[in-house]
């Protein structure tokens, strides 16, 4: 009987050197740990131009609602940054987390060890960071309308509208809550009620969620610049933040480079559940499609084995195998293997893409092997 439905849109640049890495990952689990799974691919962003002339296919777009989950490497490139801004490849993307309504973006900042020396935060302030930071991602200044540019009185003006619902800013607020319920049970909101109306929402809505369902959970409030602060000052009193599209695209990337490496870390896109129980998601590495070594073997493959290790936990409830994988990349990196992204990090000789994948399938199986 087959598995769940993966869905591998590789993409462009390094989208399909850092995949075939995952691939890898995910046939090692389904030979030695018994998790097949039924593993489609297809194209996206600029691939995917080349090939239907637009970023995503509506067949594409069809099989990707029907997965179980869906794997994503990256899109864009030089190559079509002359197009039109409907067809550019980022459309491609956009268009998933839309059509799928994956409202919560999960975006963890985990400082490994190994690579604790990278960041530009004292040691003392940054070892053992480990948060995630819960993005509202289909609503917000992003889609809201009316937007544009627009000629007044002589002069053109640019028009972008910050809207919120409740339910959009309940549903992001479940997750959240729920997350941290399998972490330290704290969650801070970040917005600015002291400026913005939609702010002003958030707030209350968010507080009456923990109110009436997550009492349990210990909750703090914070204006999202004095988030950006804090994050700098003393990130490691943070556990699970939850804020909006615009302020969390800003403080997931801020938070990412706390860790010393934006090239390492995974993310997923969280939707509604499915008639099957499962959640719709979409996960994919934090770093871009890195044309300027795109096709040349250097590219670091972990943040996209993570991300399969993130869709383990949250899309197949395995966490158990989850953490089973990022104790083996965690253990690549104690060994100092380093792709060239990292090798000022105290490692040794780099290594390229294949190389990295297999130290990570060596620790695997030593993994195994130890019990």
């Avoid at 948060?131 to 937007?147: A, D, K, M, N, Q």
């Avoid at 640019?158 to 479940?174: C, D, K, L, M, P």
């Avoid at 129980?277 to 943040?303: F, M, Q």
Wanted: aromatic residues 6%.
């Amino acid at each position: 009987m087959p598995g769940p439905s993966l869905l591998i849109l590789a993409g462009d640049g390094i989208g399909p050197e850092v995949m075939a890495e995952t691939r890898r990952v995910i046939d090692w689990f389904a030979s030695r740990r018994g998790l097949a799974f039924a593993v489609a691919e297809d194209l996206v962003g600029g691939a995917a131009i080349d090939a239907h002339g637009v970023p995503l296919a509506d067949a594409t777009m069809a099989a990707a609602a029907a997965a179980d989950a869906v794997l994503l490497g990256a899109v864009g490139g030089p190559k079509w940054d002359a197009l039109p801004f409907a067809r550019k490849p980022e459309r491609g993307l956009l268009r998933l987390r839309k059509e799928m309504d994956l409202f919560a973006n999960l975006r963890p900042a985990v400082c490994f060890a190994a690579l604790a020396e990278a960041s530009t935060l004292k040691p003392e302030v940054i070892a053992g960071l480990d948060i995630v930071i819960v993005r509202e991602l289909t609503s917000g200044v992003y889609f809201g309308t009316p937007r544009g540019i627009v000629t007044e009185g002589g002069e053109r003006v640019g028009i972008n509208t910050q809207r919120y619902s409740e339910g959009e800013i309940a549903r992001v607020a479940r997750a959240a809550f729920a997350l941290a319920r399998q972490r330290s049970r704290r969650v801070c909101s970040m917005e600015k009620a002291n400026v913005m109306e939609s702010g002003v929402l958030w707030r209350e809505v968010v507080q009456a969620v923990h109110d009436a369902e997550f009492a349990d959970v210990a909750l703090s409030h914070m204006y999202a610049d004095a988030g950006a602060m804090q994050l700098v000052r003393a990130p490691r009193q943070f556990d699970v933040i939850v804020t909006d599209n615009l302020f969390g695209d800003i403080l997931s990337d801020l938070a990412a480079m706390l860790t010393g490496s934006i090239g390492m870390l995974p993310s997923a896109s969280l939707g509604a559940r499915m008639a099957n129980g499962r959640t719709k998601a979409l996960y994919e590495p934090v770093h871009g499609s890195a044309p300027d070594i795109a096709g040349r073997g250097l590219a670091n493959p972990l943040a996209a084995i993570l991300s399969f290790a993130m869709a383990l936990r949250y899309s197949f409830d395995r966490g158990d195998e989850a953490s089973r994988l990022e104790r083996a990349v965690e253990r690549v990196l104690a060994a100092g293997i380093r792709t060239g992204d990292l090798l000022a990090l105290g490692g040794r000789t780099p290594v390229g893409t294949a190389a990295m994948g297999d130290a990570v399938l060596a620790e695997l199986e030593a993994g195994l092997a130890a019990g």
